[in-house]
């Protein structure tokens, strides 16, 4: 199965992937950061998935974070920011 | 998403959670417009599970599953006492209100599935000699002691099913 994430335009920075929901006010922090700095990135809402997509989603979250918190945000499939952390966002970005 | 909600459904559950708080000895978040998509998320739940979910957690939409999610979670009082905030935030401390302390995304306490499970089966049965079990109300903390527990929380109004045998 694979995710469908909806794309946000902006500076190539690599693969730039969040995990939110689409009640969260810390995930729409989150990306309101990602769009200011003008960072090219994907965005999923896993609360509108449903059934067997919204399982496969909260596993592949849970590989990056064992307590699938959110905002989840994953860079080139290596660093994971949880939570809305500015500061460490804007320097892993930079 | 949900951008028909009308704002006047929103405006007047958040003064209704402001009042109860208030009355309660609560804080809402001073941040209005912060605070308003939260409210506008408890609504969205309300509406998509029939119960209200933190709007800063996933649910399972399974009521019995997200019991100490359901806003005001379990957690917001420890929250409140370590951070200055619920999860979400929809709650302070009166040093967050007061600017004394800054406001922060925090961790989530909630306990992963396998250590809630762990922590049930470590859990050792205490028998009493109390004429009464003490019930605790897992969202405000409030103790009584009577054959089951209230209907409704007579301090904070959480449901039945917020409580626990405490002794």
Do not use: H
């Amino acid at each position: 199965m694979e995710l469908i994430f909806e794309l946000v335009k902006g500076k190539n920075k690599g693969d730039i992937k969040l995990y939110a929901l689409s009640t969260c006010a810390w995930c729409e922090k989150t990306k309101d950061l990602l769009k200011e700095l003008g960072i090219e990135f994907k965005f999923i809402y896993v609360d509108l998935l449903q059934g067997d997509t919204k399982q496969y989603a909260i596993d592949e979250v849970r590989k990056y974070n064992k307590n699938c918190s959110f905002p989840t945000l994953v860079i080139n499939n290596d660093k994971t920011i949880v939570g809305f952390k500015a500061t460490e966002i804007k320097e892993a970005l930079s | 998403m949900y951008e028909d909600m009308p704002e006047d459904r929103i405006n007047k559950f958040y003064e209704k959670l402001k009042k109860d708080a208030e009355a309660g000895g609560y804080q809402l978040n001073p941040d209005t417009n912060f605070t308003k998509k939260l409210v506008k998320g408890l609504l969205v739940n309300q509406d998509r599970y029939s119960y209200q979910a933190c709007p800063c957690r996933i649910s399972s939409g399974v009521k019995d599953e997200d019991l100490d999610i359901i806003c005001p979670c379990d957690y917001r009082d420890s929250d409140l006492e370590e951070y200055g905030t619920c999860y979400c935030a929809l709650y302070v401390s009166q040093d967050v209100l007061n600017g004394k302390k800054e406001l922060v995304s925090i961790p989530d306490r909630r306990l992963t599935e396998k250590e809630k499970i762990k922590q049930k089966e470590s859990k050792i049965e205490i028998t009493s000699s109390l004429k009464y079990p003490i019930w605790r109300c897992k969202v405000c903390g409030y103790l009584c002691a009577r054959d089951g527990p209230p209907e409704i929380c007579p301090i904070c109004k959480a449901k039945k099913d917020r409580f626990e045998k405490f002794l």
